[in-house]
């Protein structure tokens, strides 16, 4: 694909085996399948689409695909390659930087895909603004990379925190977190289109596209430094 | 009052005769009025009501009320006080804390009613959370308030940021700036609703609550000293 | 920590695991913990990680805490005192009043949690203003109260007319019962926000932040008492 | 009509010229028209329309119509009636109650639309929930009314207040006053919906209607009364 | 009580021996209960709690009590009666009109409240605007009533439809269908608050609401014929 | 252009001098043009460009273009026709049909536009349902027509009934009446999006829009019976 | 029916029994009933109800119907035809256009209902506007329509893109697709009514309502070519 | 400043006196300053601020400052440069592209931004999506970019569009164009947030912020160059 996003396949609101049929031409085409928000059904229907060639029906559809299939259960991801795909090495890092544990799914799909797409991904857990020492001890490994992403749900103050330390673009990841109004990710959403510091943002949990977005311009930087 | 909070007036949607009017009345019953956004109109008419005793209509309605009047721009409010009125003189400080600019006229409605009902009141002015050394500098200070009101607009971050430095009570004051979905206080406001930190919250440029509310802590503060 | 809040961990959102193993960390580290939104399973596995210390894996994690542990089912709180924790003992009460049957698992966790800060508590249930003689049989206790949280849900009429009876600073807490239009807490929220009372309000069924507010302010008004 | 309600005009949004226009037809066909926000040009258009019979384009259409003009500039209507017009005179009373000044005004459009339908009007005003004895002192007086109107704006408390005192059916009538979330009449309107008291409502600022169901409501007393 | 309104007890939310317990409280007390949004283990645990006089938990409270006990599957409605309890009987006709099947159980929630206040109750179902002559065909019949209850969800055009067909007071009620935007009575109760007849409204699906203002209004109807 | 849809400009929000050199530029390439939410200073600036063929900033354009130009006040709307430009003529008819007097402006868009494309327009006006007989009437008039658009503000019931009056295709046209919640047209919409009749909707004021595809749809008609 | 609609009944929130029972009536009385919204055990009922004639209660209500049942598992809809049914056959052709496999069910229900007003359809799938050269490639089948239902889910781009090809009259049918701030429809709902193309809209997955209106634009399509 | 983003002072909400005071001081202090959302006025007091040294109350403060002074009245920016200050020239262009006339004001904004942060702007007009020949005219231009900012109002597809044919991340600009429902930008923020393609987004009408975040990405492209 002409951006270097892997195909990307999203679980919710399939069932296992429309996921594992997708999933399995995917990686037929493009050598490679990202899924997002899969359980674990999904990814034993994957396991299976790849590994036994065996449709839900029964049908057997040939020989095992050569591929590897990674699932992380707390992303709710899985990644498949076939045995041939390389994945890029890019020259450029993408922070990934999250409020607290509850961010830590949605910030663990952005990274996800960011390194599918060839960044280095640097993770930085648990530096939500109300203990600010956390985060200022964090700066200036924050500072190395070349695009961030901030996962926080709640009142979301952490992207325009971030984005007041460091020179890099940061991307906003709201996170559904947060009862009441403003809840579920609303007031996060909203802290980060009324940020006081420049960022831009997607929409709440939408972990994928932040990744995606980081590893674009990280594509660029490091078309950029091979010239 | 009951609350030493004092009789108030909102000019908005009166006219000057009827602010005046209503004025010169809670003067002459309590000894004070606060009006709170009043504009020039306003200010004049109290002025005339109090110093002249002139109704709108020609009708003169006798001998000056002997009392101060003070019109502050800035925050719209208009303080009267009769001559021998004594403002209560609380042991106990309100710190009130404003992100940027234009926080600090709403900033100003609540400082004003704080001291209205005794409390010393501290400004803490133009420390957001885009450059945090500002509010890093400032934090031993508002450390010293019994109880502290935090003003901000757009996404609000600063409430939060607040909360997590100090060990009193914080009352969020959202601001009605910021444009787009969020706007106009709306982030501010769930952002506080939403806040990691313990604080409570008032509606969108409620300056005269969350001064009110200062106030009401700083009595009890300053009872229990008394004891 | 510096206010005095005891660490709290929200349940919801959690497997019971996740929840006990922060418990425990929690209990180890400050002495206590408090559990907000626990069910059965959540407490079932708090009591295991701090008596039998065995992690969900199976794995031994040495000998058992020396704490008690206390789970409230009704609000849904799990509080863990370490053998040797103390609990302060502040001089300063804290109302915590609510409107009806329905409001009083929200109320209830606002109470434990200013209890756990120290505050003496006082519940003064099923004083709702569709029958106005309940709560004026009410006032001169509440009046007792340097601090008062006003549990409502529907229209939540209570905490204005509760903050025209008293001096006291009046924490709202709009509960999430109703439906249709302004249902689930939204117009008691609304309520407090837009109140003819002075107050202010926390976020639709946020007791602990509600009780944690009137704590803070009872702290303040202890801390005072003793100078 | 069959209800008894004056055909009716909304001025707003129309021309003084069209607002004089409709209302002279109505008084020709039905020997009365109400016009309800109305400002001083369209009263003084409907003036002309009424004695000069003149059309804004300088035609003259004829004799005067025998009528009364009467504007009422509070609350914005304009009642006319012809000659020989005879307005009903029902055996039954309606009570408008207002919480605060600002609700007057929508209170008196009630209160002009039930009395034109022929119903006694009670007019009990400045009674808001902030100060409980004033609602109370006039209980008695409220209890005579066979339908009763409360204005409120902001948190309104008030409706379910009195619908807790009464036994006649109570119309809640929202006023938009109020700012931020839940500002412009929004919270008092879901207030009403959500009442824990029985009571029906208009929307916010619908005077006519509450006054008009208040009146339909004394016509049916009326007319049983007589049987 | 002092309105002649049923103690209500609404089910939703409360478990079958919470539901039991208040009901029996209040046949005792008052002679009479009203259950709405009853499920079938709530009417077990009536039965058993009325008639067997045993808790929950084992306990046998006494002696049965004399009451009988009727449960409407369709409106989840329960109705107990003390064996000497006598149901008021009006002289006043409310008529309970419903636009289609989705409609008819909040319909009934509404005519069972009415008929315990005493007045007499005449259903019209299946009336819905999409077929105009349904309505025009029952014109007559709701004519006859003293006030008329409304229902309909998804665009709840009825109510404005059948205010214009009568002169007695008319109450809306919006149902809970239709999906989408303006979806689950949104919609509806929006098309009430802006109806072009007179008319007032209760919130999405309360049934008990309507019912109950229809029965205050036969009340007084029933109170004038009798001078 | 291929749908036969007149080259459109929105005046709102362009000077008139922007709205006249588009509407030069789009009768000198198509031959015609259509100016909605025109005022009479955009009319003006219109017959200048056109007839004077000078620009605001007093450069002469060259020789007058040979249109002309119907400016219609009530609809907002001007039509510019080339000297040589002949509309079409189709052999189909669509039916305007409004509520209300308001509703009348922008069912004239609708009714301009439709016009322009082709179609016979009959206009049918002031058949509002809380007067059941008028629409009534008028119903055989309606279902002459191939396409109808039924302009109705506050709660919007006409477009349902009118719907289950007729056997063509009907468009909802929501207009912006009615205040408060719902109002401004939105409760209109979403009584259209609820509809229990078949039709389909527009956004709030579209008069071009519902005009335009009733257009559309009488082209159809109109080519099928060509063939 | 007037129409030419079939009978529809919605099978969401009704029983498998109650919607068996209302579909065996509509065969009875109009020949033929399409069920919407249908799953498995509907289908069953619904095949019992026809051709068994037994009640859920077991009455055996006589001889089977002579009627076919036809569920379509995909788009959740059941149609019925009696033996002797002919379904008409327009001479018109309606389009069903759908960007992704997600909005694919819904599309279907608009197909079948279309399909039983008797138009051609053409289904066009998996041609959304991230990858244009997909919807290109269809652009001239997609213009041999009369009409053109296209559904759409997310942002909801396509129909407006359709619009921009097509001359034929577009109905939108936005899809509940999406997470997040404009999630489940409404950011497609949205696009469509403030589409810069001429199109008309249904609400978020009303299928039925966009193939039903595309099928009576059919019918005038085929009427007018048969003069 | 660290990020290169010049000072921005927003004059909405200012007196032209506050704006020219704010902007000197960031040209004296910083070299540059660049005032958004600027009108006629604003322009004039800052000449006046800069040129004569004067302020509003008369004083003069001293010397001209060595500046230029240049004021886009179409997009409402003024940019300053002291005499000695060089814009930074970046080896990065961002393309600005914008979907109708409406949107370039608002485009113009980004442009100006990212132009002052040092990239080569490259702005693509007029390239709607209801004409799709436009847009892939233009698409090879597009792609030389190294970061695109797409403005588009109303239903806003344009974004999803460009990045659906670009490798470049994209940054959605949504105006504040459109009425109705999912008017004034709403419908396009939604769209952004729900697209189908990767991108971010901004806040409705943020100019300045997409422009300077394509510039933050054009400086990390020109940085990985220069190594
Ligand atoms: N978690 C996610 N959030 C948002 N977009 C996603 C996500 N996962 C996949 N996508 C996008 O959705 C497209 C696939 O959607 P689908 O065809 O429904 O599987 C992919 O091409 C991605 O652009
Ligand atoms: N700026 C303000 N914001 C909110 N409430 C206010 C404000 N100023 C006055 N009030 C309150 O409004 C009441 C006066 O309302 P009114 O009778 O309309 O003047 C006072 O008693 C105050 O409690
Ligand atoms: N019921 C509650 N409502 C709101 N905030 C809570 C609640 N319980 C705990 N918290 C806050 O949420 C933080 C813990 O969040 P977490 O790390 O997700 O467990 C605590 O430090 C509290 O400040
Ligand atoms: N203030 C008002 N609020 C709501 N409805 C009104 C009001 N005044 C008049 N009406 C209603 O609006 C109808 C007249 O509307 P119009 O034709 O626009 O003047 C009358 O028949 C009344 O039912
Ligand atoms: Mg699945
Ligand atoms: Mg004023
Ligand atoms: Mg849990
Ligand atoms: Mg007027
Ligand atoms: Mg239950
Ligand atoms: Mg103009
Ligand atoms: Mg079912
Ligand atoms: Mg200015």
């Known amino acids: 694909r002409r951006r270097g996003i892997p195909e990307a396949i999203l679980a919710e609101g399939k069932t296992p ?3 594992a049929a997708l999933t399995a031409t995917a990686v037929e085409t493009t050598g490679r399948a990202l899924v997002t928000r899969a359980d674990a059904d999904d990814a034993a229907a994957i396991r299976t689409a790849i590994e ?3 449709l839900d029906d029964g049908t057997d559809t040939g020989d095992p695909i050569d591929a590897t299939v990674d699932h992380d259960e707390r992303t709710g991801t899985v990644v498949v390659h076939a ?3 390389e994945r890029p090495a890019l020259d450029a890092t993408v922070a ?3 409020a607290g544990t509850a961010d830590a799914a949605v910030a663990g799909e952005a990274a996800v895909v960011a390194r ?3 960044a280095t991904v640097d993770r930085v857990d648990d530096v939500g603004v109300a203990n600010l020492d956390r985060i200022l001890d964090q700066r200036d490994r924050i500072r190395e ?3 961030v992403v901030v996962a926080a749900g709640r009142e979301g103050a952490l992207p325009t925190v971030v984005a007041g330390l460091v020179a890099a673009p940061v991307i906003a990841l709201p996170v559904s977190t947060g009862y009441g109004v403003g809840g579920e990710g609303v007031a996060a959403l909203e802290g980060a289109l009324q940020s006081c510091s420049v960022l831009t943002t997607v929409n709440v949990d939408a ?3 932040a ?4 590893g674009l311009i990280a594509r660029a930087v490091d078309a950029a430094g091979r010239d």
Do not use: K, L, M, S
């Open 207 to 209: 972990g994928f596209v």
């Open 52 to 54: 036994d060639r065996e």
């Open 145 to 147: 990379a070349d695009a």
């Open 17 to 19: 085996a429309e996921v």
């Open 96 to 98: 990934v930087v999250a």
């Open 211 to 214: 990744g995606a977005q980081a």
């Open 116 to 118: 599918e797409i060839g």
């Open 83 to 85: 045995g041939d795909f």
